[in-house]
């Protein structure tokens, strides 16, 4: 969960938009839950656009949101929110909450992966760990990537097994700090960073470029 305090508070035609500090991963599509903020503000919102300059209001023909072009304004949310319109204004009194948790793959996946057996209570609590972590892991890269993925869902399957091998390399890295065992003469594998194949499997094996 990531908490960020908010710069800015504008409302004009029942849509919100609202400005944190500092810049946040959160993208369209995604719930966030304002708080400290007077009525109408506060809740939990679902996010339908980032806008980089001030909000003008609704276009009355097409119901495209309307913007200042020659007035940017960093790190904003807009959300659907019904009320009186309120006049762009500073305040530092609110919070955005922002809790992402990702369940693309389970502790029995990368059990099944790894191929060893029933896990005792020990390596089962730790593959849980694995799991959870390898998500998070997976589905912040591809949103780095520009992908806009569901957190409960995997989008596809060569993305859970990406997932799946992130987490057992995870599991293999037990105890250590770069590295895992390997049957290899020098008894060791260094880990310099993210396999090729788990990128490829991903989609994150090319840097996205504009």
């Not at 007035?71 to 909450?97: I, W």
């Not at 922002?98 to 896990?119: F, H, R, S």
Request: glycine share 10%; with cysteine; aromatic share 10%.
């Amino acid at each position: 969960m990531a908490a960020f305090t908010t710069a800015t508070k504008q409302l004009l035609s029942n849509y919100a938009c609202i400005s944190t500090l500092e810049p946040t991963e959160i993208a369209v599509g995604q719930n966030v839950t304002v708080s400290g903020l007077a009525a109408p503000f506060a809740g939990t919102f679902k996010v339908l656009d980032l806008p980089q300059y001030k909000f003008t209001g609704i276009d009355n023909t097409t119901g495209e949101f309307l913007f200042d072009e020659n007035d940017p304004v960093p790190n904003q949310l807009l959300y659907a929110c019904t009320g009186s319109n309120v006049e762009f204004v500073v305040t530092f009194a609110g919070t955005v909450t922002y809790t992402q948790t990702c369940t693309w793959v389970t502790a029995a996946n990368i059990e099944d992966w790894l191929g060893i057996g029933t896990a005792t209570a020990a390596d089962t609590a730790f593959l849980t760990q694995c799991a959870s972590a390898a998500s998070a892991f997976c589905y912040r890269r591809r949103q780095e990537a520009g992908y806009h993925d569901a957190l409960a869902t995997s989008p596809s399957g060569d993305v859970s097994l990406g997932t799946i091998q992130y987490g057992g390399m995870l599991y293999r890295q037990r105890g250590s700090i770069d590295q895992f065992s390997s049957f290899s003469d020098g008894g060791a594998v260094s880990v310099t960073g993210l396999s090729g194949v788990i990128k490829q499997l991903l989609g994150i094996d090319r840097p996205q470029v504009a």
